[in-house]
Structures are given as C-alpha cells and as structure tokens.
C-alpha cells in the first residue's frame, strides 16, 4: 500500500511555480523525485547566493551542494514560520559564513571576477534595451565587477545583508526571518552596509584615475 501509495504521490508533483506547500509534503514522504524538483527550483538561487558570499565558484559549487543536503537532513523540522525560500536563504548565508571562517583561520581569502561567480545562465547581467551598443554591454559588465569586488572586500554581515536585499531583492522582513535579527536591526545594519559600499565604490573609482 506504501509502494502504491508513493507512486500516486510521484505522479501528483507540483508544476513549478506552485505553492512550497505540496512539495514539502511529498518531499516528507520521502519521494525522491519531488526533492529532485526542490533541489531543480532552488539551485540556481542557492549557487548565485554562495558565489556572491564567498567570492569563488568552485567553493561555491561544494556549498551548494553541502546547503542541499542539510536541506534534506532537516527538512522534517521546517516549521513554515517563513517560506521555504527563506529558510534556505537561511542555511545558505550560515554555511558560507563558517566557510569564510575556515577560510580565516587558514588565510585562504580568494575572490574572482563577476561573470566566473555562476553557470552562464545565472550569471547574465540584466537584460539592457535592445539598441545597446557593445560599448555599453561592456560599462556595465565592468561596473557590476567592480560591485562584486567591493562586496567582497566587506565585513560578511554586511555582505549578506547588501546581498540579500539588493540583488536577491527580500524584503527587510524577509532579510530578518533569513538572518534570524530583528527588522530594525536589519535597517540600520543595511545603512551601515551602503555607507561601506559606498566608500570602497569612491576608493575603486579614485585608484583608477590616471
């Protein structure tokens, strides 16, 4: 009956884009297939956030798949107080923190260039209009390098905040229940975090003056 039952459940997988709801219900049940559709859902996500927190693709590639396997270790204890991206949001930020420790304490800091941060698909910069010249491709491949250098040359909390509420575009509400602090510490830490951008923007933009 539990065979039976399982292959009724493999058939009913939500389409994508429907609610976390069904999926986390057959992934409880132990259907592989809807954790391989979780997993398909969120890759891209999980990989782009690692790669901008620790400024290395190949570190990035063994997070993503250390973040997925705790994801599916705890599982049974997502409560649903956030959404499940959120809460993976969550793991992600909290792995590539301890990362960066280990990282730390054996003084491996490693970064690299925006567009070798992800897969060819995750990593195109925003589509710009049609009659954009070359030249203008380039400027803004350039400046969004330049961003991706500044980030990493910050603290990681300010970092992950700046990350997550300007790129992954949460809310200061989502940003909380992510970063597990309070909405009004996730205001001001993200002013602090802008003004520090900000000042490694000018330092970058002066250093390259003739």
């Known amino acids: 009956m539990a065979s039976v039952d399982m292959a009724l459940a493999s058939e009913a997988l939500p389409r994508e884009g429907a609610s976390d709801g069904r999926l986390l219900e057959l992934c409880r049940a132990g259907d592989p297939r809807a954790f391989a559709r979780l997993v398909a859902l969120h890759e891209g996500m999980v990989f782009n956030l690692a790669a901008r927190l620790l400024g290395d693709p190949e ?23 956030s959404s499940l991206r959120t809460w993976i949001f969550r793991i992600v930020v909290n792995h590539c923190r301890n990362r960066q420790r280990w990282w ?21 910069l925003p589509a710009g ?24 040359r910050l603290s990681f ?18 940003v909380a229940a992510a970063l597990r602090v309070p909405e009004g510490t996730v205001k001001s830490r993200l002013a602090r975090a802008r003004d520090a951008l900000r000042l490694q923007l000018e330092g970058t933009l002066l250093r390259a003056r003739p």
């Open 157 to 174: 909390d300010h970092r992950a905040i700046l990350i997550l509420r300007e790129i992954q575009g949460l809310s200061c509400e989502q």
């Open 59 to 81: 570190e990035a590639k063994d997070a993503a798949q250390e973040v997925f396997l705790q994801v599916f270790r705890t599982l049974g204890r997502f409560e649903g107080r």
């Open 104 to 124: 730390r304490r054996r003084k491996k800091d490693r970064c690299c260039a925006i567009e070798d941060l992800t897969p060819a698909q995750e990593a195109r």
């Open 129 to 152: 209009p049609e009659s954009e010249s070359p030249y203008e491709y380039a400027r803004r491949g350039e400046e969004a390098r330049q961003v991706q250098a500044a980030l990493l």
